[in-house]
Structure formats: C-alpha cells, structure tokens
C-alpha cells in the first residue's frame, strides 16, 4: 500500500517549563460513542452533531448517591437546570428521584411543564419576581431566600395567598477558596445571617425549613466543602438554641468539578478534579463532627449539576478547511463553533481525531466558523493532519453549552441521545430560519424593498 503523503513544515519551538505529568505524546482516535460509529451518526444527523449518553448519565449520578450515603444516611439529590434544562436530560435525572433546582421564573415553568410538584422544586437565585414568588408560594416549593428586599416581598405575598411560604436563607462564608461567592445570600462571618434569621422569624409570616449555600463553580479543593458544611452545622446549632427551632435540612448546593481543564490550570483534569468519594467524605466528615446532625439528622440536600452531565456530553463537528499560520501552527477550520461549544472559553477540551492517523503531528489551534477571532474551540495542541471532510470528536460537552449557546451567525445543530439500550434518539431539532425570525415583527412601512 502506498503510504499517505504529508507536506513537510518547519515548526517554531517555545521554550517553557515541563511540569511532572509531562505531556502524552500520541491522540488517541475514537471512532464511537456508546458503542455507535460517528460516522452513522453525521450521515443520519449531520455536523457538527452533539451527543448526550443517557447511561453516562445514570451511572454518575447512581455512584455520586451511593458515595454520599456511606458518609450521610439522609440525601437528597436536586437537579441543576442551569447546567442542562433540556428535557430529555431533566427527565432521567428527576427518573432516578432527583428534585428539581430552579433560578429562575423560565426554569420554574420548565420543572412544572415537566410535571415536578411544587413541593419538589427548590426555587434559588437573586432576581425572583413577584409572579413567579406567588405561583412557589401556593405551591409549596421550597424558597432559598437572597436578600432582605425579597424577603420583604415574600411577607407582602403571604397577604394576597393561604398558603404559608417554606423557606430557607441562603449563606455565603469564607471557605479559603478564591473569588470568594460574596454576592449571593447573606453572610456568615459578620453574622449577617444571624440577623436575618432573626428578622425573618419576628415576622411571623414564613416557616424556616433549612439553610443554604453555594460556595462557587468548579470546585477544586474538596475540603471547601467541609467548611461549608460545619459553618451551617454551627448556625443551625444557633437556631435551635436562639429560637428553638430544628431546621428540616441543609443545602450544600453545588460545585463539584468534572474532570475538564480549566485554560489557567496547571494539572490535567482527569489529575486534579476530586473524585466523588473525595467531595462526599469532606461533607460527611463535617457533618458527622455536629453534634447537631448527631441529635436530628436533617436531611442533606446536594444541587450538583456539572459533575453529573459533563462527560456525558459530545461534540462531532467536520473540518471545513485548514491552514498554516506565521507561528509555524497548523489552523483548522470546524464547523462548530463557541456559539455552541461557549465553554471552549475556559476549558481546554480535548479534541480526538475519528479514526487513527499516520504521519507526525504538528501543533494545531481549532477554529469555529464563526466570523469573530475569539471563535477558539482549543488553542494549539500536538495533532495529526486532517483534511476537508474528516471529523473530530470534542469533549466533555455536556455542562452549561446547552444553555448558555448563541444564535449567532450560524443556526445551532442538532442534538442525540444515545439510550441505555444504544438506540439514537433525536432530542432537539436543529435550527432553521423559521426559527430564528419567528419572533420578528416587521413595520410595513419596510416591507417594500
């Protein structure tokens, strides 16, 4: 056989510092997902193409429950919508008895049209209105409260309903990591929250049912969380000793990492992201040191979004073009961009060819198609040449690209689920204009061209 032919280049060498996991010096091909060819599915769904594995799913959140139950016997897990609100993905976590974590009035109605009761809903965020307050208030969801203004309206609401409001205050504290979350909740060092609870409760007007916290996003260090965890411990304790109330649960929120690279990290993911057991055990530790848990085991409520659908997330796009660049990299042209891939802008996704290639590997950037110099999916890694027409596979995609997407410039693609069973099930239709214009009203005086 004759061997493939591939144009010689000169390649400009920087000089930097290797670190002690040095680098792999051969990408690996995958030519599946879930035991489907990625060329039976471009040629049924065409490109770019996202890919959802409904067992990849499953099996993560299966194992983040288990892990946690051998440090807590009380859990409850809470979905983040945020981090994926397509309903397919919404339904096989609330399937395997996750409630529903909103943060706003649109994602409310996602949870309820969805068929989620009130009652299993936990309302977050700093922006509620006083609509979407009414609707949670008559149906018993669960109200994380952020500021005293939304307090305050709470208490005006509880006038026009029966109903009386089940709620919890939101908690921020110092846990050593940085940027510290300041601007969400009250908070725990200057006993803000102390007077809050204070406040809330010589209203008369709303039952305090737990507390709550969310210390940040992409959570490296594990221990984080037992701070967290002793701090509500401890403000708990103050509450039952103060006011004489025993508080139904704790809400550690979420945070946990998926095993992405951060652009400024210095450890591969898979390397540096702490494994379940490792978050569980921080949490557990803290909670099993009260001696308030000791005496009534509230309930531990979890709203890990991005550690359970991450990986489970693909993206198959084609190579529309290529080219060399002046610093001696390679650029090839996608056809998928960060209007669906947004997270490319702070994660170094790992790009792997379709199928196994000869040849040596030049330092390649991947470009999106997007007519903007910022449409980067991942800045210049060692790769084997490709030519128009071949496929890469970019991953893991399943956390916030789905609802934090643009339409912009292009029309946003389809997406699948692979089933447990291996059959490909379409799960959003792609784009068209019809869509994009849908909403669009034109005066008459500018129909005439």
Sequence with gaps: MKK??????IERNSVGNMNKYGAKSVVRYQDNIDGVPIAQLVNEYGS????????????KYRRLTDTMKMHYPKVEMAWSYKTNYLAAVCSIFHQEGSKAEVVSGMEYEMARRLGIEGKDIIYNGP?????????AIEEGALIHIDHLDELYLIEKLTDETDAIPQVAIRVNMDTGISPQWTRFGFNYENKEADRTIQRLLSGKKVQLRGLHTHIGTFILDEQAYYWAAKALCELATRIEQDHGIVLDYIDLGGGFASQNTLHSQYTPGELATPSLDQYASAIGNALNESGYI???LPTLILETGRALVDEAGYLISTVLGKKNLPTGERAVILDAGVNTTI?????????SPTRSFPG???NTVFYGPLCMNIDVIRPAIPFPDL?????VLISPVGA???????QFIEYRPNIVLITETGAVELIREAESLDDVVARERVPEHLRKL
């Excluded at 997270?343 to 790009?351: E, F, I, N, Q, S």
Aim: proline share 4%; no cysteine.
């Design 48 to 59: 770019p193409l996202i890919v959802l594995s409904e067992s990849a799913m499953r099996k």
């Design 127 to 135: 922006g509620k209105t006083a609509k979407t307050l009414r609707r």
């Design 294 to 296: 000791g005496r009534h």
């Design 400 to 406: 916030y690209n789905n609802t934090q997407w643009m």
């Design 387 to 391: 030519h128009f027409g071949e496929t």
């Design 343 to 351: 997270t490319a802008w702070w994660y170094k996704l790992k790009v």
């Design 4 to 9: 493939t032919y591939v144009a010689p280049n």
């Design 360 to 362: 040596a590997y030049q």
